[in-house]
C-alpha cells in the first residue's frame, strides 16, 4: 500500500541561500513558511548613517547652497537620510531646503516616502529604472543646474558622469553604504554550498550582494567555478534588473519576478524548484528527485547529502545498472571502499520507506526501479550503457526486475544483499 501523500510546502526538499543584509529574517520566513531550508550569508553589512561622516558634510552642503533637483532612489534611504539629518539637528533645515527643490522618486515606494516628508514628487518613472531618470533629466537639460543624487548603496558612475558632461553639479549623497561583511565566514560557506551544488537557488536583494559574493569567489580563486554552478545548476534569482546587473555582465542568466518585491521573488522559487525537479516513475511509485529530499507518492523524505549523491547518478540513466565503482566516484570524500557505497545505499533505502525502489543487480550494481512503460524508454538511451560497468542490455533484460530476489538481497553477494535490510 502506498503512503498517505503528506502535507509539505511548494519548496520542501530545497535549500535556498540567502544573501541579503536587511530583510534577511523576512524573506527567510517566507522561504520557511513554504517548506525551503535556508542558508542565511549576508554579502554585506550597511555602514550606520549616523556614523557616515560623509553623508553629514553633504547634508550640510545642500542645505547651505540648496540643490534645483533630487534624485530620491530607495525609500529606505531617504527616510533614513532625514531620521539622520534629525539627529544631527539638521533635519527641519533640510526639510525646509527640499520643500522648494524639484525631486524624482524612482519607484512607488520612495514616492511614499516623500509624501510621508511632507514633499512632493514632480515625476516618477513607470519602469522604475535610472536609466529612465537619467534619460529624462538629460532631455530636461542640466546644464549649470544643482542635482542631488541620493545613492542606493554602491556608486552610480555611469549616472553620474552623463549628468557632468551635460554641464551639471552634482553632489552625491551616500545615504548608506554597503560594505564586506566583517565575519566572511558565513559568505565561504555559502560560497561553498554553491560550489558543491548543497544549494538549489540563491537569491539577491540589492546589485552589491551579488557583486561581493563575486568579489569573494574572485579573491579566493573560484570565481569561475562560482559562475559555472550559476550558469547551469544552482538559479540565482534576483529581486529585479538592477539586483541583476552584476551577475548578468559576467554571462549568467538570472531569474527576476514580473514585481520586483520579496513575495514574488519567493513566488517565482515556487514555481521554478519545483519545475526544475526530477519526476520518474519508479516500482509502482511516483518518485520526484528534489535537492535534499525526494517525493514519493507526495509523501516527503529527507534523504542524507551521500543519499542523494548515489540516487543522483541512478537518476542520470534510470532503470540502467551503474556499477558500484561508479557510485563509489559519485560520494563525495568516499575514498576507494566500496563498502562506502553499501553503506550510503542502504541508508539510502531507509531514508525513502521504500526499498524496491532501488535494486541490487547481482555482482554488477544498482539500479532504479524504473516502470516498463517507461523502461522502454530509458533503454533507447544513447548514452546508457557506454560507461564502464554498465550492461548495454540491463534496461530491457527481462529477467532483472523481475527476479523476486533482486533488490531483497537473496542470492546476491553478503555485501551486496545485507544492505537492502538494514
Not at 322 to 343: F, I, M, N, Q, W
Amino acid at each position: 500500500m502506498h503512503e498517505q501523500q503528506q502535507e509539505h510546502g511548494p519548496l520542501a526538499g530545497f535549500t535556498v541561500g540567502v544573501t541579503a543584509a536587511r530583510r534577511a529574517d523576512e524573506l527567510g520566513a517566507l522561504l520557511q513558511r513554504r517548506g525551503a531550508a535556508v542558508l542565511h550569508a549576508p554579502a554585506l553589512r550597511i555602514v550606520p548613517l549616523a556614523d557616515d561622516a560623509e553623508l553629514l558634510e553633504a547634508t550640510k552642503a545642500l542645505v547651505a547652497d540648496p540643490p534645483d533637483t533630487v534624485v530620491a532612489t530607495t525609500a529606505i534611504g531617504f527616510r533614513g537620510w532625514l531620521e539622520a539629518a534629525d539627529g544631527w539637528g539638521q533635519g527641519e533645515e533640510l526639510v525646509a531646503c527640499l520643500r522648494g527643490v524639484r525631486v524624482l522618486a524612482r519607484g512607488p515606494k520612495v514616492k511614499g516616502a516623500v509624501r510621508a516628508a511632507g514633499l512632493t514628487e514632480e515625476w516618477s518613472p513607470a519602469g522604475e529604472s535610472m536609466a529612465e531618470v537619467l534619460d529624462r533629466l538629460l532631455d530636461q537639460g542640466v546644464a549649470d543646474r544643482r542635482i542631488a543624487l541620493q545613492l542606493h548603496g554602491e556608486p552610480l558612475p555611469g549616472f553620474v558622469e552623463a549628468l557632468e558632461d551635460a554641464g551639471a553639479d552634482v553632489v552625491v549623497v551616500p545615504v548608506y553604504r554597503w560594505m564586506p561583511p566583517e565575519d566572511p565566514a558565513p559568505l565561504d560557506r555559502l560560497l561553498d554550498a554553491t560550489l558543491a551544488r548543497s544549494l538549489d537557488a540563491v537569491t539577491f536583494t540589492s546589485a552589491p550582494a551579488a557583486a561581493s559574493l563575486l568579489a569573494r569567489a574572485h579573491g579566493r580563486g573560484l570565481r569561475a567555478e562560482l559562475l559555472d554552478a550559476l550558469r547551469h545548476d544552482v538559479l540565482p534569482a534576483c529581486v529585479g534588473p538592477v539586483t541583476a546587473v552584476p551577475l548578468q555582465s559576467h554571462g549568467v542568466d538570472t531569474h527576476q519576478p514580473e514585481r520586483f518585491r520579496l513575495g514574488p521573488l519567493v513566488q517565482l522559487l515556487c514555481q521554478e524548484l519545483p519545475a526544475r525537479a526530477r519526476t520518474l516513475p519508479v516500482a509502482g511509485r511516483r518518485v520526484e528527485i528534489r535537492g535534499h529530499a525526494v517525493l514519493v507518492d507526495g509523501a516527503l523524505r529527507p534523504v542524507p547529502p551521500a543519499g542523494m549523491s548515489l540516487l543522483n547518478a541512478l537518476a542520470r540513466r534510470p532503470g540502467w545498472v551503474v556499477s558500484r565503482a561508479e557510485l563509489l566516484r559519485a560520494l563525495p570524500g568516499a575514498g576507494r571502499d566500496e563498502h562506502a557505497v553499501e553503506t550510503a545505499m542502504a541508508r539510502l533505502r531507509s531514508a525513502l520507506g521504500a526499498p524496491k525502489l532501488i535494486q541490487t543487480v547481482v555482482k554488477r550494481g544498482y539500479r532504479l526501479a524504473l516502470d516498463p512503460t517507461a523502461d522502454a524508454d530509458a533503454g533507447t538511451d544513447p548514452t546508457a550503457g557506454t560507461d564502464a560497468g554498465t550492461d548495454p542490455t540491463a534496461g530491457t533484460d527481462p529477467t532483472v526486475g523481475t527476479d523476486p530476489t533482486v533488490g531483497t538481497g537473496a542470492g546476491a553477494d553478503a555485501a551486496a544483499g545485507g544492505d537492502a535490510e538494514r
